[in-house]
């Protein structure tokens, strides 16, 4: 009887230790499919899940190694070598090794590979846009990907290449196991299925529209997880978000208000984080829009947008406008031909409009997303702004929105948006990553202008080997892209997060997600 008792006791004091840490984050994923996805909540769930084949260092975009424990390139860059860690498992068992990893880089590359599923709808979008492109594209940076044994890849390049393990850092391309996604099949990824890792957290159960519930890996091969469970909530609203960090029902969250600020310093139990600055909020315009294919109308708009108007309203000091589709610390990259910033003069922009044959104006539609992003974090009032300056001017702006997952897809569908709003946090320190994603002929298709300088310049970015070359050739892109304006950067912001006082151990990444292993709750309630 007393052992029975003392295993009772034993088993309740367990439980009262046990620890939940709960993060606010602003909506759920869209996929936990590693490789298969491009927004920033789907990373930050899948980076507790997965490792990277090449990590950052906490804090940091400066590189370290994840399960690639090192990798070198040939003399020109044109071939990479990873070496594997050693003894290490995906969370169901099995090895991870270089069949594993040349398993999932081959079905993010390769259209026909037996399990990528193409055919079920899967694209691996990022793969293009980050690597140029798939097997066999003639504009693809990979050429071949090679076993040298157990514990060694190597990547062979179509083109020199000086950032390749900076790509495969970026929290897209987690390294899944082959022996899941076989036995999932086209389900990996969804509600309905088990993503399987090698990260510090198990994934355990997803809630659509409320939460993925994550579990310790005991065995993980890095620092363990400090606490005994992970939820991440979906909570859309973000003051929503604030207020339940205030009620102490979440620990912690992103993406707050910029005006959440003051609110935030006066709660005792509270503790405002900054997040390093590393994105840009944009205007989309695309070329398929009859108005929009004129170059005075495009300059007419970004010439009618009160910029810094705007990011003072909306920001609260956490924001800046420029002229520079890159953020602040890449400014080595600008060139000095481009303004500080896009002048503001409703006036010549109405000018420039009746010289574009539309002096009575005309009618658009102005997509905004209908979730917080770090560098939109109350998108529908920053639409409206906008919108208020360009009826200035006499065109007259249609607010339109959908569902995440569905905006992210439907930018890309031919006719897509007239105009929208889109923004981009960085997954590596170099501008090729900002550049990259949004221009040239494997970028995204949302405003279907790829002129062949541009894909030019950024082939040459790439295989610049230091940053005084980089910076002559990113120079030459800010020039054409400044004065094409198809893309209007409006902000360059500090996302503001916030988390209860005994959060302890949090490193927020500039590039927005890391994972939560360190963190301890010590002292919570």
Do not use: C
Request: glycine share 8%; hydrophobic share 40%.
């Amino acid at each position: 009887m007393k052992k029975l008792l003392l295993t009772a006791l034993l088993s309740t004091l367990s439980a009262a230790s046990a620890t939940t840490l709960v993060f606010g984050g602003n909506g759920e994923p869209v996929s936990l499919e590693s490789g298969n996805i491009t927004d920033g909540i789907s990373i930050l769930v899948q980076r507790q899940i997965y490792d990277t084949l090449v990590d950052f260092k906490p804090g940091s975009t400066d590189l370290a190694p994840g399960l690639a424990t090192s990798w070198k390139p040939n003399a020109n860059n044109t071939s990479w070598t990873f070496t594997l860690r050693k003894n290490v498992r995906f969370h169901d068992g099995t090895p991870m090794n270089a069949d594993a990893v040349i398993f999932n880089l081959g079905r993010w590359w390769d259209k026909s590979h037996p399990y990528g599923f193409r055919d079920q709808g899967r694209t691996f979008e990022i793969m293009g846009e980050l690597l140029g492109g798939y097997k066999g594209d003639a504009t693809a940076v990979i050429k071949n990907i090679v076993k040298v044994n157990a514990t060694t890849v190597r990547v062979d390049l179509n083109k020199p290449s000086s950032v390749l393990p900076n790509v495969l850092a970026a929290g897209y391309f987690g390294i899944a196991s082959p022996t899941a996604i076989k036995k999932e099949g086209a389900k990996y990824g969804t509600p309905a299925s088990k993503p399987v890792g090698t990260g510090p957290f198990i994934f355990q159960s997803w809630r659509t529209g409320d939460r993925v519930t994550l579990l310790p890996n005991k065995l993980y091969w890095g620092s363990k997880a400090k606490v005994d469970q992970l939820i991440i909530r979906s909570i859309k609203d973000a003051s929503q978000r604030l207020n339940e960090l205030k009620a102490g029902t979440i620990d912690f969250a992103n993406d707050l208000t910029p005006d959440s600020l003051k609110s935030v310093q006066a709660d005792k139990n509270l503790v405002a984080v900054k997040r390093p600055s590393f994105n840009v909020g944009f205007v989309s315009m695309n070329n398929r829009n009859q108005y929009l294919k004129n170059e005075k109308v495009r300059q007419a708009i970004s010439m009618a947008i009160n910029k810094k108007a705007i990011v003072d309203a909306f920001w609260n000091g956490l924001g800046v406008s420029n002229a520079s589709f890159v953020p602040p610390v890449l400014e080595w990259a600008n060139s000095s031909k481009v303004p500080a910033d896009y002048k503001f003069d409703p006036a010549a922009a109405k000018k420039m409009l009746a010289d574009a044959g539309y002096a009575n104006g005309f009618s658009i539609d102005l997509w905004y997303m209908p979730v917080s992003r770090p560098y939109f974090p109350t998108p529908k009032p920053i639409a409206e702004a906008i919108a208020a300056d360009l009826s200035a001017i006499g065109v007259k702006v249609n607010l339109k929105t959908e569902d995440w997952a569905k905006y992210l897809e439907d930018r890309n569908k031919e006719p897509g948006f007239d105009m929208y709003m889109i923004g981009w946090t960085g997954d590596y320190g170099d501008p090729d990553n900002f550049y990259g994603a949004y221009y040239g002929s494997n970028a995204s298709d949302d405003i279907n202008w790829n002129p062949a300088n541009v894909e030019t310049l950024l082939q040459q970015g790439r295989a610049a080997a230091t940053q005084d070359a980089k910076a002559k050739i990113y120079g030459q892109l800010h020039e054409l892209t400044y004065n094409a304006a198809y893309r209007v950067p409006i902000v360059h912001s500090q996302p503001l997060a916030a988390a209860r006082s005994y959060v302890k151990g949090w490193t927020p990444s500039p590039l927005g997600s890391e994972p939560f292993n360190t963190i301890t709750v010590t002292g919570k309630k």
